[in-house]
């Protein structure tokens, strides 16, 4: 393929050991699995050769959506959409969308996220303009803001307010405008209701009329915001809520803009979680950024551990730990010390005389020797025969503690 795509010949990059174009920058407009590029667009593949991670350098339109100038598209392995920008109003599988706003889709094509650009009945609720929309990759709702009180699946649910929808279509959770009764359970207004996929209750916390939610002991474990505020610092979002550790130290909330938490700038309109100490414990990432020197994607969430090291991310680049090339694209794990706890092998590479083999899942303990890892081929380890398959347990010196089998037992 790469011997047909215009690149400039000095932003050309290769996975290694292969002559498989993995980036590059077009030197001319070109078509590329049906798609049109402009010149100066960054064209990434993955290991077969399909369109994966590409930053467009003008306007470009992909399954009909317009795509904004110098923003980040990527696609599925089938060649569907996963993610763009949009840059103008445009009508998603007849949703509404709102310009310069991030929309996502599922592998199968159908839309996952978008911010709706004005109020509409969507599946017989009224959803808000200016919010953000969430669907199952079946099409149904799975999460939006109702835009004025409403009746869901029987529950009165406030205006203003988020409601959560489960797959099977029933309600999950949200803030009922009044005092009533579930299951003999009287849930006061403002309350957060959590239902399971039957309807029975799963979890209440009562609060006053002024939509807060205290702990037993009289202090406040959550708030739904009525106007946006600034709370440690961070400017929380209208008709959100706000949660609190039993410290009294902020435990959540959804920023209004790009809030920079040490360093690390987290998504508007995305949930950020803190641990009990303060440190940041998950958020979402509003571009591909480094992170402890570690190249982390914007779209997925990443964890810290309390001691404020990193501990989970989705890698943007192939990650070299040592020697153990991490692959692109898939979840790394780190303990509290940095050291590597789990990853996707992106080279083949040894460790404690095995070849772990590219594509295969490998965990680590805190010393750097390997906790445990699945065969791919049958070997001698350590004087013990072993099939494809198999998975290896170690101890912190290396020795197999166990071996779990993938034969089928006899009966």
């Not at 435990?251 to 995305?270: L, Q, R």
Request: charged content about 20%; hydrophobic content about 35%.
């Amino acid at each position: 393929m790469s011997g047909n795509i215009p690149c400039i010949g000095n932003t050309v990059i290769r996975y290694p050991d292969s002559i498989r174009l993995k980036s590059c920058a077009l030197s001319g407009d070109t078509v590329i699995q049906g798609i049109f590029f402009r010149s100066g667009a960054i064209v990434g593949f993955d290991e077969q050769e399909r369109l994966w991670r590409c930053n467009i350098s003008q306007e470009t339109i992909i399954n009909k959506i317009p795509c904004k100038a110098k923003s980040e598209v990527e696609f599925s392995p089938e060649g569907n959409l996963l993610m763009c920008t949009l840059s103008r109003d445009t009508e998603v599988q007849g949703i509404p969308v709102m310009s310069d706003s991030m929309v996502m889709f599922h592998e199968n094509g159908n839309l996952f996220k978008c911010n709706i650009s004005k109020d509409m009945i969507i599946d017989g609720f009224p959803v808000k303009s200016g919010s953000d929309l969430c669907f199952f990759d079946d099409n149904n709702l799975s999460a939006f803001t109702v835009s004025k009180d409403t009746l869901v699946n029987g529950i009165p649910c406030m205006g203003e307010t988020r409601a959560w929808m489960h797959i099977n279509g029933n309600l999950a959770g949200c803030t009922p405008t009044k005092d009533i009764e579930i299951q003999g359970v009287i849930c006061a207004r403002g309350s957060l209701v959590v239902l399971n996929e039957d309807g029975g209750l799963i979890h209440l916390k009562r609060n006053n009329p002024n939509t807060i939610v205290c702990y037993d002991n009289g202090l406040v474990w959550g708030r739904l915001l009525t106007s946006d505020e600034e709370i440690s610092g961070i400017t929380c979002r209208t008709g959100s809520w706000v949660w609190f550790h039993a410290n009294g130290i902020l435990s959540s909330c959804e920023p209004v803009h790009n809030a920079n938490i040490k360093e690390i700038i987290c998504m508007a309109n995305t949930r950020v979680h803190f641990h009990d100490n303060g440190e940041l414990m998950r958020c979402y990432l509003h571009e591909n950024s480094t992170i402890r020197g570690i190249p982390v994607r914007f779209d997925t969430f990443l964890l810290f551990h309390e001691n404020g090291e990193l501990a989970a991310c989705r890698l943007d680049e192939d990650y070299f730990y040592q020697d153990i090339r991490c692959k692109a694209g898939t979840w790394i794990g780190f303990y509290e010390n940095s050291s590597l706890k789990r990853c996707v092998i992106a080279g083949d590479v040894i460790r404690n005389g095995i070849m772990l083999k590219a594509g295969s899942w490998a965990c680590f303990h805190r010393n750097g020797v390997l906790d445990n890892y699945k065969l791919t081929e049958d070997a001698i380890i350590q004087g013990i025969e072993c099939c494809a398959g198999d998975i290896l347990l170690f101890d912190k010196e290396g020795k197999i503690t166990e071996t779990i089998s993938s034969a089928p037992k006899n009966i």
